[in-house]
C-alpha cells in the first residue's frame, strides 16, 4: 500500500500538521485534545480519514469504543492486510460490548433500588396513614 502520508500533496498540508499535532498530544496522554486534533485532520481533509488509525487508538482510551471501531474498520477498508487494525478494531468492539453490559447491569440495579425504594416509602406511607386514622378513630 502507497504510504499516504508521504504523497506530495498530502506532505505539507493541514491534515498533516494536525496529524502530527494529535500524535504528540496523545504522547502527552492528553487524550481528549489528540482526538479533537485528529478530527480536525479529517474534516480538513476527508480522504486522510482512513490513514489516520492513530485517530483509533486515541478514541479508544478516550473510552470512545464505537468510533475507534470504526475508525479502524475505515482504515481496513483501504489496506486489507493491515492486521493491527482488525485486532484494534475487534478489542474495540469487545470494549464497546462490556461497556454496554456494564451499563445495562448498572441500569438494573438502579432501577431495582428505586423499586425497593419506592415500595419503601409506600409501605411506610400506608403504616403511618393507618396509625394516624387507627389514633384518629380512638380520640
Known amino acids: 500500500v502507497l504510504d499516504f502520508w508521504k504523497q506530495p500533496d498530502i506532505v505539507e498540508n493541514e491534515c498533516t500538521r494536525l496529524r502530527h499535532e494529535g500524535c504528540l498530544l496523545f504522547q ?3 487524550v481528549e ?4 486534533a485528529f478530527d480536525k485532520a479529517a474534516k480538513e481533509c476527508p480522504r486522510c480519514r482512513p490513514f489516520l488509525w492513530q485517530h483509533g487508538i486515541a478514541r479508544y482510551y478516550a473510552g470512545d469504543f464505537q468510533g475507534a471501531a470504526d475508525q479502524f474498520a475505515a482504515g481496513q477498508a483501504v489496506n486489507s492486510d493491515d492486521t493491527e487494525e482488525v ?9 464497546l460490548a462490556r461497556a454496554t ?4 447491569a448498572a441500569t438494573t440495579a438502579i432501577a431495582t433500588a428505586t423499586i425497593a425504594s419506592t415500595a419503601t416509602i ?9 396509625t394516624t386514622i387507627a389514633a384518629t378513630a380512638t380520640t
Open 28 to 30: 502527552e496522554h492528553r
Open 33 to 36: 485534545e489528540a482526538c479533537v
Open 87 to 95: 485486532i484494534w478494531e475487534m478489542l474495540s468492539r469487545a470494549s
Open 101 to 104: 453490559a456494564t451499563a445495562i
Open 122 to 130: 409506600a409501605a411506610t406511607a400506608t403504616t403511618a396513614t393507618a
